[in-house]
């Protein structure tokens, strides 16, 4: 016996009409019907809108306008693979024939995941820029122990170094170092008197990396400026998207090249050849020091792209898990009513 799925909405002409010719084709081709109402999820009501009914048998798909005659063409056509396929007796068919009558615990859990994905990631995108911002909170209320705890889990995650982090509770922001010439702002080198950071090689950087603050300078966070942008900036794009209601389109790969990875790329990577100490490279790649500015720049065209980019593919991969899992459960509930 055949299932049929007829995507339909209350009221329509249409989908009565081809749930009647459905019922009159009932003896010439057996089958079980499975009546899903767009207007039940978002998900259907994008994908289907106007364009009801919509029949789905097997791997054929039949949209309106349709009459009764292309109606039989496909039941035809998939009266007969079902039967091929039941003559071959393969065992993969009969295993999706047998998944498709049960609910396991594994379909709710993946069909609430691919309905909840975006809170998911946003509370955990939350968390995680949100964790290096409470670690010098930590810090300035006495609570050095999860404050180090914090610094420890992101230490292999980031280079942490002092002159390119963020500050909390000092007297600045952030503190670069004197090559990044930032006028009326206190150096680096001047706060916390550690000094000989140019070289990329130095202990000063050992230094620069394990120091965290005090009372005075402030405390930094546990991400460098440019990584708290990235994810920031990632965290942004997901709550925005989630209030448009995902109907953000996908950015280009060519967008997301240009803006997202050009800028970072330019200002990073010209930063760390610059300080590579090769005497061949610094003829016409002199040392710089970026700014702060730019990393948050860089950093945050970076993450809002990545995540323009991918957060609507994820999201058309979902809809497609979460409307295969609808027209699942409503022919399980309606065969047991």
């Known amino acids: 016996m055949l299932t049929i799925t007829l995507y339909s909405r209350k009221g329509d002409p249409s989908s009565a009409e081809a749930k009647s010719n459905l019922e009159s084709l009932k003896d010439l081709f057996p089958h079980r019907l499975v009546e899903v109402d767009v207007d039940s999820d978002p998900i259907l009501k994008k994908n289907y809108g106007e364009r009801t009914p919509v029949v789905e048998v097997g791997p054929y798909s039949l949209k309106s306008p ?19 396929l039941n003559k071959l007796g393969r065992e993969d068919h009969h295993d999706r024939v047998r998944r498709g009558q049960a609910v396991s615990g594994g379909d709710r859990l993946i069909h609430w995941i691919s309905k909840h994905y ?26 050095q122990l999860p404050a180090n705890v914090i610094y420890t889990l992101y230490k292999p995650l980031c280079h942490q170094f002092g002159f390119r982090s963020f500050y909390l509770f000092g007297e600045q922001a952030y503190y670069p170092l ?3 010439d930032i006028p009326d702002v206190k150096t680096f080198e001047q706060a916390t008197g550690i000094s000989d950071i140019h070289s990329p090689n130095s202990i ?3 230094n620069a990396r394990q120091h965290i603050g005090d009372e005075t300078v402030g405390y930094k966070m546990a991400l460098c400026e440019r990584d708290m942008a990235i994810y920031a900036g990632i965290f942004l794009f997901g709550i925005v998207y989630a209030l448009t209601g995902r109907r953000i ?35 016409f790649l002199p040392y710089r020091e970026s700014t702060p500015f730019l990393r948050v720049l860089t950093g945050g ?17 979902m809809s497609e898990t979460r409307q295969f899992f609808i027209k699942k459960f409503a022919a399980i509930t309606q065969n047991n009513s």
Request: a neutral charge; charged letters at 15%.
């Open 204 to 206: 000063s950087r050992l």
């Open 66 to 84: 349709f009459d009764k005659q292309k109606l039989m063409m496909t039941l035809g056509a998939a009266n007969d693979r079902r039967s091929q």
């Open 178 to 180: 004197a090559e990044a």
């Open 249 to 283: 389109k996908p950015l280009h790969w060519i967008g997301a090249v240009v803006i997202g990875l050009l800028p970072i790329g330019l200002d990073g990577f010209s930063q760390l050849f610059s300080q590579m100490e090769w005497s061949w490279l610094s003829s």
């Open 118 to 143: 975006l809170a998911l990631l946003n509370l955990f995108m939350l968390l995680y820029f949100g964790l290096p911002i409470l670690a010098p909170v930590l810090m300035k209320v006495g609570a």
């Open 301 to 317: 065209l970076f993450g809002l792209a990545l995540a323009w980019f991918a957060y609507p593919l994820v999201e058309e991969s």
